[in-house]
Antibody, heavy 122, light 108 residues
Framework: DVQLVESGGVVVQPGGSLRLSCEAS????????MSWVRQAPGKGLEWVAA????????HYTPGVEGRFTISRDNSKNTLYLEMENLRVDDTALYFC???????????????WGPGTLVTVSS | EVLLTQSPATLTLSPGDTATLSCRAS??????LAWYQQRPGQSPRLLIY???NRAAGIPARFTGGGSGTDFTLTISSLEPEDFGIYYC??????????FGGGTRVEVK
């Protein structure tokens, strides 16, 4: 069974930095593009960033470009999100999400982790 | 950026009723629209992709349709586990991928 488990969410002050991790199991991690999607408390879903399986192609939503960095270590089956210069409005539950098809950016997310909560507050 | 507007914001229905959810895109998105269900305290679950294709394990009571800018999700004969929030999502014009604001289906 596919499993995605996020970690690294904490309370951080505005302007601070954080790294989130997502450990994957139950599928060929190196074959799938992966995304981060976030959900502010009581709000809807917002796609944040995506990374290709192996060639390093990356896409971001405009609001985080230059502050967030998505990366992956296929040898560790782990996806990362480095977040810098955090703002109060970055407060959210951060999900990692797996593509449904191998190799391609399809943005069709067939598996999600339970999420990790990032709170940006002074 | 493609904006997705979902309506209504809330549907109040009884088990056994039929729910019809709407998603309107700010410009044509072909058929590249998906629907997700999020039950309270859970992660989203893919229901429908490319407008009308049910994801693996999704019951036949979930039906997607539409084209261009107007899309619908119909849930026939609501079961207790169907109550939650439903989001549409487009992948026609990216980045960014965008989601609608959600429709809450609640018990009458």
């Amino acid at each position: 069974d596919v499993q995605l488990v996020e970690s690294g969410g904490v309370v951080v002050q505005p302007g601070g930095s954080l790294r989130l991790s997502c450990e994957a199991s139950g599928f060929n991690f190196h074959s799938y593009a992966m995304s981060w999607v976030r959900q502010a408390p009581g709000k809807g879903l917002e796609w944040v960033a995506a990374i290709s399986p192996s060639d390093g192609t990356i896409h971001y939503t405009p609001g985080v470009e230059g502050r967030f960095t998505i990366s992956r270590d296929n040898s560790k089956n782990t996806l990362y999100l480095e977040m810098e210069n955090l703002r109060v409005d970055d407060t959210a539950l951060y999900f990692c999400a797996k593509e449904s098809l191998q190799w391609l950016f399809q943005f069709r997310f067939d598996s999600w982790g339970p999420g990790t909560l990032v709170t940006v507050s002074s | 950026e493609v904006l997705l507007t979902q309506s209504p914001a809330t549907l109040t229905l009884s088990p056994g009723d039929t729910a019809t959810l709407s998603c309107r895109a700010s410009r044509p998105i072909s058929e590249m629209l998906a629907w997700y269900q999020q039950r309270p305290g859970q992660s989203p679950r893919l229901l429908i992709y490319d407008t009308s294709n049910r994801a693996a394990g999704i019951p036949a009571r979930f039906t997607g349709g539409g084209s261009g800018t107007d899309f619908t999700l119909t849930i026939s004969s609501l079961e207790p586990e169907d109550f939650g929030i439903y989001y549409c999502q487009q992948r026609s014009n990216w980045p960014p991928v965008t989601f609608g604001g959600g429709t809450r289906v609640e018990v009458k």
